[in-house]
């Protein structure tokens, strides 16, 4: 069974450490599962229920949608910003939670992992954002608890696929998640 993934990262700073191991997930991707990097988190309005609706959706929001309900599960990446989760991502999990019932992530495996500067890799705002995932319709899968301390001395000069126990990591996180995909397809 070919399965597709939606990475997104919470982060949209150029060199973000959180993007590069999203790019790690998708040149590690395995045979039969193809990671797509979503781009452009950062021109999607706040969530506002006066735009959402036909004819003045947002087209950054639509698009989002639309690459949330093609895939078959979405594997996050988020730093952490003052303890919890960076607004640009929390917006788009509250974009993809609607219309309430029927959001584009219902009943899809989520993953949440990433990385941060300090000596707890991120634990808070992976957390946060599983909750909220949760909440929005997504079957978050506990099994991942990939939260990475240190990102800059880790990554200063090694990309994440560079680097061994983090490319076995992301790929175990992927084969895990196309599994996943094919439960929920076959339930």
């Not at 696929?161 to 995909?181: F, K």
Request: hydrophobic share 45%; proline share 5%; no cysteine.
């Amino acid at each position: 069974m070919s399965v597709r993934i939606l990475a997104l990262v919470g982060s949209v700073r150029a060199g973000s450490h959180n993007r590069q191991l999203a790019e790690a997930a998708v040149k590690l991707a395995p045979e039969g599962t193809e990671v797509q990097l979503f781009e452009g988190l950062a021109e999607i309005p706040f969530y506002n229920e006066d735009i959402d609706a036909e004819g003045t959706l947002p087209a950054a929001a639509g698009r989002l949608r639309e690459a949330a309900g093609a895939a078959d599960a979405l594997l996050i990446f988020t730093p952490e910003y003052n303890g919890t989760i960076p607004a640009v991502l929390k917006n788009a999990i509250d974009w993809l939670s609607r219309p309430y019932g029927a959001g584009a992530i219902g009943g899809k495996p989520v993953a949440v992992a990433g990385t941060a500067l300090g000596q707890y890799g991120g634990v808070w705002a992976h957390d946060e954002t599983r909750k909220s995932v949760g909440i929005a319709g997504g079957t978050v899968v506990e099994d991942v608890k990939l939260s990475i301390p240190g990102s800059a001395g880790r990554f200063g000069s090694t990309h994440p696929a560079d680097d061994t126990e983090v490319a076995a990591q992301l790929t175990e996180i992927v084969a895990l998640l196309h599994r996943r995909a094919g439960e929920a397809a076959a339930a």
